[in-house]
């Protein structure tokens, strides 16, 4: 019934919200922002994915959902690491 279908609503809005989370911080990877207002809303913007997809990595699910979380954490992270951190010579 309707209660099945609710839940199955509830979880693909949950991974869409992972995955969108994931690719905003590869897009934040890719894009690397240069001024103060820019890294600060990059962050802001990444911060999600370092959260859900941390949340679904260490949730007790199947191997690919738990594949997904590991991956959306991982760009989160580096996107926040990479607006951060400092060109090294020859960057």
């Given amino acids: ?47 999600p994915a370092v959260l859900t997809g941390g949340w679904m990595w260490s949730l007790d699910v199947g191997t690919g959902a738990r594949l997904i979380g590991l991956v959306v954490f991982v760009a989160g992270a580096t996107a926040i690491v990479r607006t951060w951190r400092r060109p090294g010579p020859g960057s």
């Fill in 1 to 47: 019934g309707s209660r099945v279908e609710s839940l199955a609503l509830a979880a693909a809005i949950v991974m869409l919200t992972i995955v969108i989370s994931g690719v905003v911080a590869a897009v934040v990877v890719v894009r690397r922002p240069v001024t103060r207002t820019a890294k600060t809303v990059a962050t802001v913007a990444s911060f």
